[in-house]
């Protein structure tokens, strides 16, 4: 069942998307060569605690880290350890914030350093994805207006959308109805309602939209060894359209 959220509760999820936000920044100044994503996942946790509230990730059906962090080929569910990261690698961090009752979902895709052509490419591409995502989020419209934009977009432009993993409604809970994936015809599914709260999330792969699970039954990777890259936006249905409530001027 989708609920709705009252004006209260939108602007509870909307200061917890502040904090991420915040932890994206300053996690971007530390996405350099040679450092540990354990040291992304430290800082991360650190500052969230700071702020009063919890890193949802952490233990989150068993997730063993505070945030996701894939590099390259993962596509998500990448778990913080020693790994060092490298000049031309992009680095995706997917971020879940709780506090007051109520969850915020977020996720960006970083270069480090020069990276080729391809990688700045499909950055590019996959984030430009979510905001065509966007402008159809807005009470009347059907949910899968949303995919359809999403799919339509990358796939023009060479790319492929995860088939196997989707967004989702977010409030008290990490993962509400409805799901959404990233593609699929217009104008199907339910309509959206003022007062939805939504994580839209295209997973956009630079080869074939298949994926496979690592051994740490974690880790997410495309099967075919292709760049992917990852964008995610806690959003709500207005009648006037999406409120963003992980928005910054950079994320």
Known sequence: MISLKTNREIEIIKANGRILVKTLELLEEKIKPKVKTKELDRLAEDFIKKQGAYPAFKGYRGFPASICVSIDNEVVHGIPGERVIEEGQIISVDIGVFKDNYYAD?????????????????????????????????????????????????????????????????????????????????????????????????????????????????????????????????????ENGAMILTESEKF
């Open 106 to 238: 977020g996720a960006f895709t970083f270069a480090v350093g020069k990276v080729s052509d391809q990688a700045q490419r499909l950055i590019q591409i996959t984030q430009e994805a979510l905001k065509r995502g966007l402008e159809f989020v807005r009470e009347g419209r059907f949910l899968s207006d949303i995919s359809y934009a999403i799919q339509s977009f990358v796939e023009k432009n060479g790319f492929s959308v995860v088939r196997d993993l989707v967004g989702h409604g977010i409030g008290m809970n990490m993962h509400e109805e409805p799901q959404i994936p990233n593609f699929g015809p217009p104008g199907q599914g339910p309509i959206l309602k003022k007062g939805i709260v939504l994580a839209i999330e295209p997973m956009v792969n630079a080869g074939s939209f298949e994926i496979e699970t690592e051994e740490d039954n974690w880790t997410i990777v495309t099967k075919d060894g292709s760049l992917s890259a990852h964008f995610e936006h806690t959003v709500a249905v207005t």
